[in-house]
């Protein structure tokens, strides 16, 4: 993704282009810790759940496995990155 980056902007040096995708990431992984969603315009979006805690079992044994509360992350993909994801290889 670095060289994407790099690649993408005329005049940014290599070490720039990493800080920047860094800091990028860096910004999305604080909002997403602080409860918030994350919305990419024509990629997706990123929401954090809160599970309640639940009683499991385990599948070989039957036995009940407690599962602790937890907060999950979930995707969902814009259309646009669906309809990309679709296209027949050649179409690149």
């Known amino acids: 993704m670095r060289a994407a980056v790099y690649d993408a902007c005329a005049g940014l040096a290599r070490r720039e282009a990493a800080d920047l995708v860094d800091l990028v990431l ?7 810790v602080s409860g918030e969603a994350v919305k990419l315009r024509g990629f997706g979006a990123f929401n954090v759940r809160c599970k309640r805690p639940r009683v499991g079992r385990n599948p070989k044994t039957k036995t009940p ?5 937890r907060r999950v992350l979930t ?3 814009a259309p646009g990155l669906i309809a990309l994801l679709n296209q027949p290889p050649a179409e690149f």
Request: proline share 7%.
């Open 26 to 32: 860096a910004e999305i992984a604080e909002t997403l």
């Open 75 to 77: 995707f969902k993909a």
């Open 65 to 69: 496995a407690p599962i602790v509360a």
